[in-house]
């Protein structure tokens, strides 16, 4: 994350930077969306997570953390298990990469299968059935639900390492506030993505004034 969006976001909580190494590949070693999966009040973390965070995380938050089934790794198989979008009555992801440990707690949610394992990354759950996604395959999904989904082109997503990134990476959700690691004003649909926000019932915070950038994720934790 950007230095002035990391400034910015400690004016609203206790902030804990994430970094792991010879885990996963370098571009995404401080990814939170693959290392953790948000549920309720339980945060459900890769077995392989530094023991140094699951405390750190511990003195932080009243969250339950509970270690999944799938140490995170370096291929598709084991680097996107945790990346399930989780809303009160679905877990949407791909079938065959979804942790086992998500599925156990799913409680009475529908699973809804989607063609991109790399789910979390391409896909921003809002209120009231809405989404943001970057990933057609997600947005064909959702519609047939009749769920609302604005696509938006992830090209223009900064990513050290690619060509580009995912939209679900470089944002964050706090109740009512959603925040991004960049401006909208530097993305070319970002009047339209700040409109379906703003009728989906949220402020937009931008961090700093520059590109939207993947972070792997805003993780927010109680």
Known sequence: MPEKAVYSLRNYGEL???ITDGITYEAIAGHPDIFFCPMDNKLIAAPNVPESYIRKISGLCSSEIIKGATP????KEDSTCYNAVVTGDLIIHHSSYCDPVILRHKGNREFLHVPQPYTRCSLLPLKNGRF????HGIEKVLNGKGLSCLYVDPRHVLLPGFPYGFFGGCAGICQDRIFFSG?????????DIA??????????????????FDVGAILFVE
């Open 16 to 18: 804990l930077p994430f």
């Open 132 to 135: 943001l996604t970057s990933d």
């Open 72 to 75: 995170a790794g370096r291929e």
């Open 183 to 191: 401006s909208l004003q530097y993305y070319p649909q970002g009047d």
């Open 195 to 212: 409109n379906y926000l703003r009728v989906s019932g949220y402020e937009v915070v931008e961090l700093y004034p520059g590109p939207l």
